[in-house]
């Protein structure tokens, strides 16, 4: 029972740093969104995933990109830029990327109503992940030479990945909190705040991520140490992406909805 317990926990750890943003982080950005939907947005929405909030879906890419398929979604969970920073279409994955495939899913719902309804639920949840997963700082792949590769480091005495850190552990560390709670502390934008926050286009908010983000890399060495001088550092960058993210995602679900 003792091992079963034991391997239990190592599964369950190694789950939630594998998936992009946390399962809280993605969360937390669509509720922010859910909060900010227009009511006819929301009950349109709804209809299409099953009577489910956008919430309930937030990670669905991560826990579907190895079914069969879905499979061609496996790439789609980052982006890169190049030396300047730019999302351009050399350095965009030919086999689709985040900023790539959540266009697509936007041009695709614009007609929605031709749609099927199978069609239009699964392009919903590519945008409702995807704007999540793009506002990630460690789902941007800088290409510049100028930007150094930290692949491991050590947090808490143990050696993780440092993409992980970024995904869940800097957002479990600075707070105890669930999804709920922490999209009510970060929703507290006035509308003209919001405003500013929405403009632009998913690959504008990209390369803005990809300029925010950078310094990630000049916090720590590969196989570094880090602990919670570390993590109280990451907070504010942290945050400010998940606000950005759920706001931005209700944006994109109001003007199609
Ligand atoms: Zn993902």
């Avoid at 992940?129 to 290409?143: A, N």
């Avoid at 993780?160 to 957002?171: C, I, K």
């Avoid at 929703?187 to 390369?207: C, H, M, N, V, Y």
């Amino acid at each position: 029972m003792k091992k079963l317990i034991i391997i239990l926990t190592a599964v369950l750890c190694g789950y939630q740093y594998a998936g992009a943003w946390g399962r809280t982080g993605h969360d937390a950005i669509a509720y922010i969104a859910e909060r900010n939907l227009t009511p006819k947005a929301k009950k349109t929405i709804e209809k299409y995933l099953d009577n489910h909030s956008i919430v309930y879906y937030a990670s669905w890419m991560d826990q579907y990109r190895k079914t069969p398929g879905y499979e061609k979604t496996s790439t789609w969970h980052s982006g890169s830029v190049d030396a300047d920073l730019r999302n351009t279409d050399e350095v965009r994955s030919p086999k689709g990327d985040a900023v790539a495939e959540l266009e697509n899913a936007i041009a695709r719902l614009k007609n929605y109503r031709e749609l099927d309804d199978s069609t239009v639920n699964v392009n919903l949840k590519y945008i409702i992940h995807l704007v999540g997963d793009m506002h990630c700082p460690s789902h941007v792949k800088y290409t510049g030479k100028d930007v150094k590769k930290i692949k491991r480091v050590i947090l808490n005495g143990k050696k993780v990945s440092y993409h992980s850190v970024w995904d869940s552990g800097a957002l479990a560390g600075n707070h105890a909190w669930g999804y709920t709670e922490y999209g009510h502390q970060l929703d507290r934008l006035s509308k003209k705040e919001q405003k500013a926050i929405t403009a632009g286009t998913p690959k504008d908010w990209f390369e803005e991520t990809a300029r925010d983000c950078k310094g990630i890399y000049e916090m720590t060495e590969e196989g570094g140490e880090i602990g919670k001088d570390f993590i109280n550092q990451s907070r504010h960058l942290v945050d400010s992406q998940v606000t950005k993210a759920g706001y931005r995602l209700a944006k994109v679900l109001n003007d199609l909805f």
